[in-house]
């Protein structure tokens, strides 16, 4: 079993920054895939950002390109969200999630628990 707990969210004026980290703990973090995603009130969940293992794949949705950079540390078990030049339509419950494979993050095995990043105009 792998726990993945998020940190670093928080409220912040549009223009601003954030960084996220999610943290991996139990099981090896070896070979997992990792990816972010985030959910506003009455909307679905939407895939923000992914990164393979190796971190050779990189994939982010196009709302943040050119915004939003994902990265990880494979020896701190940590994968982070680096978000710049926020807008208020980013606000929402940004939730981490761990897979062996990249392309079915959205069903991924392991989830955090979220933390909120709030924007305002």
């Known amino acids: 079993q792998v726990q993945l707990v998020e940190s670093g969210g928080g409220l912040v004026q549009a223009g601003g920054s954030l960084r996220l980290s999610c943290a991996a703990s139990?099981?090896?973090?070896?070979?997992?895939?990792m990816g972010w995603f985030r959910q506003s009130p009455g909307k679905d969940r939407e895939f923000v950002a992914a990164i393979s293992w190796g971190g050779g794949t990189i994939v982010y949705a196009d709302s943040v390109k050119g915004r939003f950079t994902i990265s990880r540390d494979n020896a701190k078990n940590t994968v982070y969200l680096q978000m710049n030049t926020l807008k208020p339509e980013d606000t929402a419950l940004y939730y981490c999630?761990?897979?062996?494979?990249?392309?079915?993050?959205?069903?991924?095995?392991?989830w955090g628990q979220g933390t909120q990043v709030t924007v305002s105009s």
């Open positions: 999630a761990a897979n062996h494979n990249i392309a079915t993050l959205r069903g991924a095995e392991h």
């Open positions: 139990g099981r090896t973090f070896s070979g997992y895939a």
